[in-house]
């Protein structure tokens, strides 16, 4: 019986959806048809320029505290 993609492999099926991902670039895609389905540790570095890649992509990025906000997040007594 065809599983979800029919007769195409897993690695084939998440090598087109990462194929669709614009973040994911030409690398990710070689490592998405070599790696298994599983949690994988990679470096630190190399865990944020890809984090920094898909913000890129989604045209998003992070907001940076201000000292206040820092704080506040710091101050236990602020209470919820």
């Known amino acids: 019986m065809p599983g979800r993609h029919g007769d195409r492999s897993e ?5 087109d959806a ?5 973040g994911i ?5 070689v490592l998405v048809e070599r ?14 320029e890809i984090a920094g890649i898909k913000l ?4 998003a990025g992070l907001d940076v505290l ?9 101050d236990y007594a602020a209470g919820t």
Do not use: K, N
């Not at 890129?56 to 045209?59: A, E, G, T």
């Open 11 to 15: 690695a084939v099926a998440r090598a």
């Open 18 to 22: 990462a194929r669709q991902d614009p």
């Open 25 to 29: 670039g030409d690398l990710g895609v």
């Open 35 to 48: 790696l298994s389905v599983d949690v994988h540790d990679i470096p630190e570095d190399q865990d944020q």
């Open 56 to 59: 890129q992509s989604l045209d």
């Open 66 to 74: 201000t000292p206040d906000q820092i704080a506040y997040q710091d």
